[in-house]
């Protein structure tokens, strides 16, 4: 992915996308979710950034540049399960902010 002055770096998107949820979350989360994430977040939670998959197609209405977004998957991360808070897609243009979120349900 080229880096430029107009894009934020993975790192700088998938912090931006972590302020996001943590901002919406008790919007969009139960208070049990929102509980038990914040009691493990320290030890087992995790902010996962990769290339958007093809499935965002069914949620947005435009073609997604794999260069211009970033897909970032927050949740817990344990030995016998993992738990997905939210999907989400982020623009990386620093002039064209964007984000959709899929919470989980």
Partial sequence: MTESAHLWTVEEATDNAYEVFL???PDNLSE???????????AAGFAED???DDSWSEFVEFEIE????????IGLEFDDQDIEYA??????EKDAP????IWKA
């Fill in 32 to 42: 049990q979710d929102i509980i038990y994430f914040n009691m493990h977040r320290e």
């Fill in 98 to 101: 964007f984000c959709h979120i």
């Fill in 23 to 25: 901002e919406l979350a």
């Fill in 50 to 52: 990769n290339v958007p």
């Fill in 87 to 92: 999907r989400m897609l982020i623009s990386l």
């Fill in 66 to 73: 794999p260069e211009l977004y970033l897909q970032v998957i």
